[in-house]
């Protein structure tokens, strides 16, 4: 083989066509050309048979508009195997290129008004189950074939990819070579042929001024994207008032699990405690529907997803106390065929200090009799004990002593229920606080530092019990030994 045909190299634009051998003998024959396309491949070919032939000789592309783009895309393989069967998916899916599909107003218009489409044609489902960013594809190909037999299909090979989508984003596969070793290419044959090839990047870098601009258009464009947000969202963003805190929560009721009766409903309400108030229109309370269980592992699970909007307000009087965070009191009960309920166990749940998404899940119980004429009661005719007060689930709102004894007060632990909490806070302590970078010095700017106020308190308090084990510990050993190790000190 002549060494001058061992080695080319070539250098590629975006949607440049390089014919190969094969493309030269076949658009050369007008009785192939069939397409537009073709046609003027045709011509193009002509032109360069007239001045003297194509330059490339091994390395040629296929743009986005050739038949193979549209052969390769639809012959993609999932695996790596070669006896590989398409599932049904995959054959669904074949006929289906990422193009900027022609969308019609009267199917954008029917959206609106019919939700369901009960008999979708092939275009709809097309348009509207394919993620339809339109890409635009190249591929740089590589004839292989030995020495003086180029032209030959079986002897093509994909050695660089590059896509570009309605994004903006350009992807490279293989990836350029860099410093890294050049790309292996094994033929199956008699020889055993082995290629290597590189890929650089060519393109010119871009001169300072043009950065500069670029940068200035992404500026103006980010600005005007900016000015469309905040119009979207108006100037009208109210701020709480100094000295105030606001705090809102989006909850979800998410489940009930563990109970020992079925069709399940939660009612709930919300206590507020002193300082703490809410808009005259604020729903403090709801029952969440009737659920029925399900059979989850060991459990039966009654699934609300029952969702609850609360605002809040905090209006600090005294700088030194802290605040008295509102507790959601609940009692889930249970409703049989005849219509009669029971109690199926009480449960609170203090609001949390930090911002943030929380999965809360709180164990329930519920009060119980002595007896079995109780529980007879409660299978047969329904009705259980109840709380007179909901607050007496934790301390009651009408208690004012020092100690709450519950002695001779039976209960009984029943199962549990599951909360998911989104807590917004929003004080002008927050904002100045990160503004001035000042330490937290009011009840306010705390609010929201109580999870790392936790954590000092809980190290001062392993620090403390340290402290009294080695004292404990001192004082154990005899004395004698304890002046022996002063003096030797």
């Known amino acids: 083989r002549p060494p001058e045909d061992e080695e080319e190299e070539a250098e590629v634009g975006w949607q440049e066509k390089l014919f190969s051998q094969f493309e030269v003998d076949l658009y050369l024959n007008e009785s192939a050309c069939q397409t537009p396309l073709d046609w003027q491949y045709h011509e193009e070919i002509q032109k360069l048979e007239k001045a003297g032939g194509r330059k490339n000789c091994r390395i040629f592309t296929y743009t986005d508009h050739d038949r193979f783009t549209n052969l390769e895309e639809l012959c993609q393989k999932v695996t790596d195997l070669d006896h590989e069967v398409p599932s049904y998916l995959v054959e669904r899916m074949a006929n289906v290129r990422r193009r900027r599909q022609d969308r019609r107003p009267v199917e954008a218009s029917s959206l609106k008004t019919k939700i369901v489409t009960w008999e979708p044609s092939e275009e709809f489902i097309k348009n509207n189950h394919v993620i339809n960013t339109p890409v635009q594809t190249m591929y740089i190909m590589g004839d292989l074939g030995p020495y003086g037999k180029l032209g030959h299909r079986e002897y093509e090979n994909v050695l660089c990819t590059i896509k570009v989508d309605g994004n903006g984003v350009i992807t490279v596969k293989p990836d350029f070579t860099g410093t890294k070793g050049p790309y292996r290419i094994e033929l199956d044959g008699e020889k055993r042929e082995v290629w290597e090839y590189t890929i650089e990047n060519a393109s010119a870098q871009v001169q300072p001024e043009e950065e500069e601009r670029e940068q200035r258009v992404f500026r103006d464009l980010y600005g005007r994207h900016r000015d469309y947000l905040s119009g979207l969202v108006g100037s009208d963003f109210e701020m709480p008032l100094p000295g105030t805190l606001r705090l809102f929560i989006n909850g979800e009721i998410v489940s009930a699990q563990g109970y020992e009766y079925d069709n399940l409903y939660v009612h709930f309400f919300l206590e507020l405690p002193n300082q703490w108030s809410s808009s005259p229109f604020q729903q403090l309370s709801g029952v969440t529907q009737t659920c029925a269980t399900k059979r989850v592992g060991w459990d039966n699970v009654a699934y ?152 000092v308190y809980n190290v001062l308090e392993a620090f403390q019990r340290a402290r009294r084990r080695m004292q404990e510990a001192r004082e154990s050993l005899p004395q004698d030994l304890i002046n022996t190790s002063a003096s030797s000190v």
């Open 304 to 455: 609300f997803c029952y969702p609850f909007t609360v605002e809040l307000f905090y209006t600090q009087e005294d700088e030194d106390s802290l605040p008295q965070w509102p507790v959601l009191y609940f009692e889930v009960l249970s409703l049989d065929f005849w219509q009669r309920y029971r109690v199926e166990g009480y449960g609170s749940l203090v609001l949390p200090a930090s911002p943030g998404v929380h999965m809360l899940t709180i164990p329930t119980w519920r009060p119980v009799e002595l007896g079995t004429v109780a529980e007879m009661r409660r299978f047969f005719i329904g009705g259980s004990p109840e709380l007179e007060d909901l607050t007496y689930i934790r301390i009651p709102s009408t208690f004012k002593g020092k100690h709450l004894s519950r002695y001779g007060f039976r209960t009984e632990t029943t199962g549990s229920v599951t909360f998911r909490l989104y807590c917004i806070q929003q004080s002008k302590a927050f904002l100045e606080n990160s503004a001035l970078r000042q330490r937290m010095q009011s009840v306010l700017d705390r609010l929201g530092g109580f999870s790392q106020q936790s954590s």
